[in-house]
């Protein structure tokens, strides 16, 4: 075992000291990276400052199928639970999105931000599945069962059952790379592993599936700043 320094996302610096090393030799591993530690948790701050939460309390927008969207902060002294909504209309106009809340919340951006999550969490789960049957009848594989969760590390996962999760996060991501890890999810009904018959199935389904893992890679991280 050894001394071990990690940073997670919120810049909040961490460090597992084993029973056999004392408390001093922490403090002293601690000390000979000082100037690592500020590098990395300056880096997390500018993080901070462009990621999506960020982008919401300073210009109330969000990304929705990788568009950017204006959401409309509206306040009610009736209102008792916020509700996030989206306005459909049945002309050629934008679709819009609302954020209504009480009125409470007015000038309490942490109130408001932890209601947009919530809230926008629970219209992701309906889209997203909707959007799930379409492409399971598209490529005609049945599945039994679907849940949204808010994973770490995962975009989705596919069980023995045919049980399947996605990161409702996804909904912030481009249409085709939410079809892309959905075809990835439902071909793992066929093939649980990640062998060359179930890149041949991906593949038959998603052509494109390289680029859009790629962009997964790249730029999916940053979903997880909301």
């Known amino acids: 075992k050894r001394l071990i320094l990690k940073i997670n996302r919120q810049g909040e610096v961490k ?4 029973d056999f090393i004392s408390i001093q030799k922490g403090k002293d591993f601690l000390e000979s990276k000082k100037s690592w530690i500020l590098d990395h948790v300056l880096k997390k701050e500018e993080e901070k400052k462009e990621s999506l939460s960020n982008l919401f309390l300073e210009k109330n927008q969000i990304y929705y199928y990788g568009t950017l969207k ?12 916020p509700k996030f909504v989206l306005h459909s209309y049945s002309s050629k106009e934008e679709n819009k999105f609302s954020l209504n809340l009480p009125l409470s919340y007015k000038n309490q951006p942490s109130f408001i931000l932890e209601a947009l ?4 969490r629970k219209f992701a789960k309906t889209q ?23 994973m770490v590390s995962r975009w989705g996962s596919c069980s023995g059952k045919g049980n399947i999760s996605l990161l409702w996060r996804l909904i912030m991501a481009p249409k085709e790379i939410i079809e892309y890890v959905m075809i990835h999810e439902l071909c793992h009904c ?11 199935w991906v593949q038959a ?7 859009h893992r790629a962009w997964l890679k790249k730029q999916g991280r940053e979903l997880f700043s909301l």
């Open 205 to 211: 389904f998603c052509p494109l599936w390289k680029q």
């Open 117 to 120: 999550k919530k809230e926008f």
């Open 190 to 200: 066929y093939e649980l592993n990640h062998s060359k018959k179930f890149w041949t």
């Open 15 to 18: 460090l597992t000291i084993p």
């Open 128 to 150: 997203l599945s909707l959007l799930f049957q379409e492409v399971s009848k598209k490529i005609d594989i049945s599945y039994q069962k679907l849940t949204m969760r808010d």
């Open 70 to 81: 204006k959401v409309e902060i509206c306040y009610y002294d009736f209102l008792k639970k």
